[in-house]
């Protein structure tokens, strides 16, 4: 990983990348919640990647970022411009796709995400496959910043998500409270410690949770001591955090 965080260096752009969406898994309201997907190259229609299973974050991400993501539909050819997905928003603030209007001979009303929706008992994916689309998806997040207590343990942070693959941030940073960390790192999210450097924030150890005697949950850098990579060497927020 070698994400440098947002002072390193400015944002790198997606345009000229290609997505290529086989499949889609859809939530009780008929939204998209992951897809199954592959990079490819829009000008000679060869696979980049092989496919993955992702949350539907991934894809609004790249989209953000100036990326192209389209449906391949059985039949038709891979990609199709009256075929990509653009980003709509959830009447809760959150963001998800759906099928882009066209004006073009093959509407994208002419198609139905229903008969793209992953089944359940598919024989094309595996079990494993299968239980990560129903389970959490590991995402990556990084922290610049503490807040730290009267004892040096941490109680908020200045942390954001991560797209490893472009190595920049995938949401802007907010401040949050310990807890959130704790839940994140919980649900099996990998948390990152950013360090200030003459280059910028530069990414290195991993978080874990530590539990106290008297219940209150944190969260401690994992593996040895290192010098200059401690919890004392990272920037500091000048406020405190509450819940």
């Known amino acids: 990983m070698t994400y440098q965080g947002a002072r390193a260096r400015p944002r790198e752009s997606e345009i000229g990348h290609f997505f290529a969406v086989s499949k889609v898994r859809m939530d009780s309201l008929g939204h998209v919640t992951h897809v199954l997907w592959n990079e490819v190259d829009a000008k000679s229609n060869r ?13 609004v991400d790249e989209i953000h970022a100036g990326a192209q993501v389209a449906a391949v539909f059985q039949g038709w050819p891979p990609h199709i411009p009256e075929h990509t997905f653009e980003i ?3 009447r809760n603030g959150g963001e998800t796709i759906a099928l882009a209007r066209s004006s073009g001979s093959h509407s994208s009303s002419q198609f139905d995400l229903q008969s793209m929706t992953l089944p359940e008992d ?7 496959t299968k239980h990560r689309a129903s389970a959490h998806v590991p995402r990556t997040f990084a922290v610049s910043k503490v807040a730290l207590d009267q004892d040096g343990r941490v109680t908020g942070a200045l942390w954001g998500k991560v797209n490893t693959r472009r190595n920049a941030w995938a949401t802007p940073e907010v401040i949050a409270p310990v807890a959130k960390l704790v839940a994140a790192l919980q649900a099996g999210d990998r948390v990152f ?28 850098l994992s593996g040895p001591a290192a010098y200059d990579r401690e919890i004392h060497d990272m920037d500091r927020l000048s406020a405190s955090v509450t819940d």
Do not use: C
């Open 122 to 128: 598919s024989p094309r994916f595996s079990r494993t």
């Open 193 to 220: 410690a950013l360090f200030p450097s003459t280059n910028g924030h530069l990414p290195d150890r991993q978080f874990e949770v530590a539990e106290y005697d008297n219940g209150m949950q944190t969260i401690v």
């Open 88 to 90: 709509i928003a959830h």
């Open 47 to 59: 696979k980049l990647s092989s496919e993955e299973l992702v949350p539907v974050d991934d894809v």
